[in-house]
């Protein structure tokens, strides 16, 4: 399985896990080392800490939930030249610093 793009997903400005678009669809991963730490938080409800690699064929919705809406999706999708249906690019330009404890970076930092 190929990556076509990564995000690298922060709870509380601490890495997390990697979440990546890839030819089969999408998957989410928790880090060895953030799973290693005391008392991970999960992502979300829908994506529990665990070991194994999470897949789906859609960009799962937790993270879909991220992207903004109405009005101010269409200024993201206008100012950065990003079609509205283009979820996951859309996830990486606008979600660097969202509301809540999740933040989504392209590079890990």
Known sequence: MSAFR???VYVRHTFAG??????AGYSFAYDDDYLKSNNPSAVSLTLPVRTEEYTSKTLFSFFDGLIPEGWLLDVVSKNWKIDRKDRFGLLLVACKDPIGNVSIQEVRK
């Open 6 to 8: 990564t995000a690298y």
């Open 18 to 23: 990697v979440l990546m678009e890839t030819d």
